[in-house]
């Protein structure tokens, strides 16, 4: 297990559009993806890019809002009214080599191995065994596309 970089982390927010106005006209985020819904994770998911080096982009802000009342983050959100930090993403080389990784060590792992947002193969870890931080694992984006940079 090696820690790749630190791809973005997840905001949970009440309003994903009222997040992008605050992303856009508070800090000033010049790139923002256009929302869409996770049916299948029960959120609707967007991104702002930080620069990175040359011309790349950097780690992101992932904006996560409730779809519905049964969301798995619903219950977050009535405990964090306003929005929060929700989790740290890391990239890995290899994503089921981290996740032998972790579970020979004995951390909890949430669910199966899945395609998350950015497309690649992800999995949390529970937040009780990674010092507080409901943390993502997730494979480096391979090839050339938007999200490998
Ligand atoms: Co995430």
Known sequence: MKLGRLNHIGVATPSIADSIAHY????????????FDMAEQGVKVC??????????HGTQIE???????????AKFIQ??????????????????????????LGKRILG???IGAHGTPIFFLHPKDM???????METPKGDSHWSN
């Not at 856009?24 to 929302?35: N, V, Y």
């Not at 010092?131 to 694992?137: A, C, F, K, S, V």
Request: contains cysteine; negative net charge; proline residues 10%.
């Open 112 to 114: 199966p191995t899945r």
């Open 79 to 104: 405990q964090n009214p306003a929005g929060a930090q929700h989790h740290v993403c890391y990239e890995v080389e290899d994503i089921e080599d981290a996740r032998k990784w972790f579970e020979e």
């Open 24 to 35: 856009r006209d508070t800090l000033g985020a010049t790139a923002i993806s256009d929302p």
């Open 63 to 73: 904006l996560i809002e409730p779809l519905g009342p049964n969301s798995p983050i």
């Open 47 to 56: 991104f702002v890019d930080t620069p990175g080096e040359n011309g790349t």
């Open 131 to 137: 010092m507080g931080q409901l943390t993502e694992i």
